[in-house]
């Protein structure tokens, strides 16, 4: 089982990037997805989660600028970022876990498989 997450790089803030995570075999199509990031000196904190049906839930701090999508025919999940700023520099993680309710989809404990990361530096 591999997730590849790619689509990262350097941005000006105020710009946008679009991440992908492409899954391995059907991981894409029978989980619920999630990403998450680890800024420099922090902890690894969750960004936004798609369940199998297509609900979706957001970070307060990425909400309205971020937005989380699936394609299950491409085993591949999206992380349209818009609107981009300097603390939203980090490496992203792309993760998979087995139908999780929205309630728990949010913590990374539950997701059992987990990509590489996709660096993202927002500057100037």
């Known amino acids: 089982v591999q997730l590849q997450a790619c689509g990262g790089g350097l941005v000006q803030p105020g710009g946008s990037l679009r991440l992908s995570c492409t899954g391995s075999?059907?991981?894409?199509?029978?989980?619920?997805m999630g990403w998450y990031r680890q800024a420099p000196g922090k902890q690894r904190e969750f960004v936004a989660t798609i369940s199998n049906g297509g609900s979706t839930n957001y970070a307060d701090s990425v909400k309205d600028r971020f937005a989380i999508s699936r394609d299950n025919a491409k085993n591949t999940v999206y992380l349209q970022m818009n609107s981009l700023k300097p603390e939203d520099t980090a490496v992203y993680y792309c993760a998979a876990g087995a139908r999780l309710s929205m309630t728990i989809a949010t913590l990374s404990r539950y997701y059992q498989y987990w990509g590489q990361g996709t660096l993202v530096t927002v500057s100037s």
């Open positions: 075999g059907n991981i894409i199509s029978w989980n619920s």
